[in-house]
C-alpha cells in the first residue's frame, strides 16, 4: 500500500517536473532551431527559467472579470489538468511501474480526452468576451472531429492486440512494434494527437494573430498557468500514448525499461515541438477538411484492412 | 460496494433533477452531464465495464460537448432565463408529475415483485457484448444503424440546401 502510494507519488511528481522543464527545453530547442539563443540568463543554460515563471505566475494579480461566469471560470482551467493527468494512470511505464491496470485502459484514455474538451469549450464560454468565445467554439468542433479519428485510428491497435488493456498491448509488441503494421493508423493517431493537445500548428483555438489568445484570453495568474501547464502535460501524455500503442512501450535492448520508455518518449515531446517550429498553422476549413476527407477515409480503410487480413489469418 | 451504488444512484438523481428545475441552461447541461457520469459508474458497479466508458466517451465526451456547444452559439440571456422561469410556473408541473406519479407506483410495483437481487452481476467484456449484439440483438443493431444513416443524409441534405441560397 505504501509502496502504492511512493510509486503514483512519484510518477506524479515527475509528470510535473518533467511539464516545468519541457517549457524551458521547448524553448530552447525552438532558440536551436530558429538560429537564436532562448532562455539562458537563470541559472547555468537557464535551466532555473521554469522556477522564474513560476514566481511570476504565482505572484501575478489573479483576476476574475466581473461580466465571467465566476463558477465555470474557476473550474475551467481545473478539468484539463485533472484530465490529462488522469490518463497517466493507466499507462504502463515499464513491466513493474504504472499506477492502475485496467482493463478498458485505452477506452479510459479516450474517455479522458474527450472530457478535456470541456476545460477549453467551458473556458471560452464562460470568459463572457468575444475572442475567447470564437476560441471555445473552434476548440469544441476541432477536438470534436479529431476525436473521431483518434478512436478510429487504434482500432487496428486493438485488434491485433486483442484487448483494451494497455499492458496487454505493450507485451503483444515483444516481437513487432506495431508502427509498422498500423502505419497509416500510427499516422492518424499522431496528427489527432497534435489537434487533441491544440498544440501548434493545430492551435487554432488560441491562435495569437486573430484571437489575441483564443479561449484563455481573460485569464491570469496560476489559472492561466493551469492552462499552460495542462498544455505541456498534454503534449507528454500524447507522446507516451504513441510510445505505448505504437512503438512498444518498454521493450528494447541492453537498457532497462523504463529508460527505454523515456528514451522514446523523449523523442516524441521533441518531435512535437519541432513541428511547431517547422510548419505553419493551417486555414481553419482546411484543418476541418484534412481530417473529415483525408483521415477519416484513411482510418476507416485502415480499420477494414485490418480486420481482413486478421480474419484471412485465423 | 451497496454504499458506492446508493450514493451514486442519489449524485444521479439529484444531478437530474437540477438539469430539469435548472434556469440556466448551460448549467443545466453541466448537471447532465454529471448525471451521465453517476449512471456510468452505475453500470461499473453492476459488471458493465465496457457500457461505461461507452457512456462517458459517446453521452458525456461527444454527444453533450455538442448540446454546449450549440447553446453557446445561441448565447441566451437574462431575458431567456426569465422565459425559463414562466415556463416552470406550478400548473405546468401538474400533468407530469401526475405521469410520474403513475409510473414510480408501477415501479414500487414492480420492485416488490421481483425482490431485491444482488447489485453486482457477471462482467460482461467488451467481447461478449460484440458478440451478443451481433448475433442475438443483430437486427436492432441494423435498425439503429439505418436510422442513423437517414439522419446523416437528412443533415447533408439540408446543410446542402442552405449552400446554395446563399449563392
Do not use: C
Request: proline share 4%; net charge neutral; aromatic share 12%.
Amino acid at each position: 500500500m505504501l509502496l502504492k502510494i511512493a510509486e503514483i507519488l512519484f510518477i506524479f511528481g515527475v509528470l510535473i517536473l518533467g511539464a516545468a522543464a519541457l517549457t524551458w527545453v521547448e524553448r530552447r530547442l525552438l532558440g536551436l532551431w530558429q538560429d537564436r539563443y532562448g532562455p539562458n540568463r537563470a541559472g547555468p543554460l537557464g535551466i532555473l527559467q521554469p522556477v522564474a515563471d513560476m514566481v511570476k505566475i504565482l505572484t501575478k494579480e489573479d483576476w476574475i472579470p466581473p461580466f465571467a461566469d465566476r463558477v465555470l471560470y474557476v473550474i475551467a482551467p481545473a478539468i484539463i489538468i485533472i484530465a490529462t493527468f488522469m490518463v497517466f494512470a493507466v499507462i504502463p511505464l515499464s513491466p513493474s511501474l504504472g499506477v492502475i491496470e485496467l482493463n478498458i485502459g485505452l477506452l479510459f484514455f479516450l474517455a479522458m480526452a474527450s472530457l478535456s474538451v470541456y476545460s477549453v469549450v467551458l473556458a471560452g464560454w464562460a470568459s463572457n468576451s468575444k475572442y475567447a468565445l470564437l476560441g471555445g467554439v473552434r476548440a469544441a468542433s476541432q477536438m470534436i472531429s479529431y476525436e473521431v479519428f483518434m478512436a478510429l485510428s487504434l482500432a487496428g491497435v486493438i485488434m491485433m492486440a486483442g484487448s483494451f488493456n494497455l499492458r496487454t498491448i505493450v507485451e503483444a509488441q515483444q516481437g513487432l512494434w506495431f508502427v509498422v503494421p498500423q502505419f497509416f493508423g500510427f499516422v492518424a493517431f499522431f496528427v489527432a494527437g497534435l489537434a487533441e493537445s491544440h498544440r501548434l500548428p493545430l492551435d487554432l483555438p488560441e491562435s495569437e494573430h486573430e484571437l489575441t489568445a483564443g479561449f484563455h484570453t481573460e485569464y491570469s495568474g496560476m489559472k492561466f498557468g493551469m492552462f499552460f501547464l495542462g498544455e505541456y502535460v498534454g503534449v507528454i501524455v500524447t507522446s507516451a500514448m504513441i510510445v505505448t500503442l505504437f512503438m512498444g512501450g518498454w521493450h528494447g535492448p541492453w537498457l532497462p525499461p523504463l529508460v527505454w520508455f523515456g528514451l522514446k518518449m523523449a523523442f516524441f515531446v521533441a518531435l512535437f515541438v519541432l513541428l511547431r517550429a517547422a510548419i505553419p498553422r493551417p486555414r481553419y476549413d482546411q484543418l476541418m477538411a484534412f481530417g473529415w476527407k483525408l483521415l477519416l477515409p484513411l482510418t476507416l480503410a485502415n480499420a477494414v484492412i485490418t480486420g481482413g487480413v486478421l480474419l484471412a489469418g485465423s | 460496494m451497496t454504499v458506492v451504488f446508493y450514493s451514486t444512484a442519489v449524485i444521479a438523481i439529484l444531478a437530474t433533477l437540477l438539469v430539469v428545475t435548472g434556469r440556466h441552461a448551460v448549467h443545466a447541461l453541466l448537471y447532465l452531464v454529471v448525471s451521465l457520469f453517476a449512471v456510468a459508474v452505475l453500470f461499473y458497479l453492476m459488471g458493465a465495464p465496457f457500457a461505461a466508458a461507452l457512456e462517458i466517451i459517446i453521452y458525456a465526451g461527444a454527444i453533450m460537448v455538442l448540446f454546449v456547444f450549440v447553446i453557446m452559439m445561441l448565447n441566451l440571456g437574462r431575458a431567456d432565463m426569465e422565459q425559463e422561469e414562466r415556463w416552470l410556473a406550478p400548473t405546468t408541473w401538474l400533468g407530469p408529475a401526475v405521469l410520474s406519479a403513475v409510473l414510480l407506483g408501477q415501479w414500487l410495483w414492480v420492485l416488490r415483485q421481483g425482490g431485491g437481487g444482488d447489485i453486482t452481476g457477471e462482467i460482461v467484456g467488451a467481447r461478449e457484448l460484440g458478440i451478443a449484439l451481433f448475433s442475438q440483438y443483430l437486427l436492432a443493431v441494423e435498425m439503429a444503424g439505418l436510422l442513423l444513416l437517414a439522419a446523416l443524409v437528412g443533415a447533408f441534405h439540408l446543410g446542402r440546401k442552405r449552400r446554395e441560397d446563399d449563392e
